[in-house]
């Protein structure tokens, strides 16, 4: 014991004291070095400015306000564990940005965004003779999705003279939408194609043939509209008046085009009409039965409405009258049965 005594004097002699503890050591370090002196140099100091006398670790932190470690994988370690991370949500054509301060949470976790502006429409499946037509689009286009390129847009002007350019548009592009849709069916049978149990037993022209037929038949259900927005307020004209009510109640009358929907949906949804067969044949037997006489009827119509129009208008300014179709349908011998 006195070799021990002898021992500790010794050194608290050469060195003028025992060495302080770790959480006493700041005052050793010079203050350019160790800001908040803590024992820990800035340089390798995770947590700066604790309180003075305060038990830190080799980083500089208290042990319980150690910050949070973040793999390579993105997991959360240390007291960040436990927290879900922010999900990343991915974009889509006509979706609102996503604003973290006002977006709302369910279970936890947040919200998608709303949709800004027209959203995407997916096919509906429909029953035979009841279609059921997707969102409409703003503006009384056509669906998004089920156009061909030949809706009429929603009459946006006002005056007479706006009206009457507007009817011009509207009895050329009826004539090139009726038109279409008989070039789409020329040369085919006229009637449902034999042994078709199923969407794989229908062969890819003749999917294209019905999907295509849709998209002609949602152009055509914005013609109707079209008439009625300025059937009223055209040039003061007794002929021009009965034309255009004409035109407006063999549109509203055309619905033949309908079972195009419904087979196209019976392709995209065949689990849905069960038995598939008799359904589709049931459809595509309407559409041929009423289809081509109801679209030669609006497009005689629509030739009566043209001359109509013509009389009161400029000669610089009238159209051209579209030719007559022929009185039977464009089928490759075969009667619709």
Request: charged content about 20%.
């Amino acid at each position: 014991m006195r070799r021990v005594a002898i021992l500790l004097a010794a050194a608290v002699s050469a060195g003028g004291g025992l060495a302080p503890p770790l959480c006493a050591q700041k005052a050793l370090l010079p203050a350019s070095a160790d800001a908040d002196r803590d024992g820990v140099a800035d340089v390798n100091d995770r947590c700066p400015n604790t309180p003075t006398g305060a038990r830190v670790g080799p980083d500089g932190c208290p042990p319980a306000a150690m910050p949070a470690r973040a793999d390579t994988s993105g997991r959360a370690t240390g007291a960040a564990k436990g927290r879900r991370p922010t999900p990343v949500l991915v974009g889509l054509p006509g979706a609102a940005s996503r604003d973290s301060a006002t977006a709302t949470t369910r279970g936890g976790l947040p919200s998608p965004p709303a949709a800004a502006g027209r959203a995407l429409v997916a096919p509906q499946s429909v029953q035979p003779g009841a279609p059921t037509p997707p969102a409409a689009a703003a503006g009384g286009a056509a669906p998004s999705g089920y156009t061909a390129g030949l809706a009429m847009p929603a009459f946006g002007g006002s005056g007479v003279a706006a009206r009457v350019e507007y009817a011009r548009r509207l009895a050329q592009m009826l004539d090139s939408a009726i038109v279409t849709l008989v070039g789409v069916f020329r040369n085919t049978s006229g009637q449902p194609l034999g042994g078709a149990t199923g969407p794989s037993a229908v062969s890819q022209r003749e999917r294209d043939r019905w999907l295509r037929c849709r998209d002609v038949h949602w152009d055509l259900t914005t013609y109707g509209e079209a008439v009625r927005a300025i059937r009223d307020s055209l040039p003061a004209n007794a002929t021009l008046e009965r034309a255009a009510a004409a035109l407006d109640t063999v549109l509203s009358e055309l619905d033949a085009t309908a079972e195009c929907d419904n087979v196209a949906s019976m392709i995209a949804a065949p689990d849905r009409w069960d038995p598939w067969q008799e359904h589709y044949e049931a459809a595509a037997r309407r559409f041929y039965r009423d289809w081509y006489t109801q679209a030669r009827g609006a497009h005689e119509r629509d030739r009566a409405f043209v001359v109509a129009l013509n009389a009161v208008l400029p000669v610089a300014r009238r159209l051209p009258v579209p030719a007559a179709l022929p009185r039977n349908a464009p089928y490759a011998g075969a009667a619709p049965r």
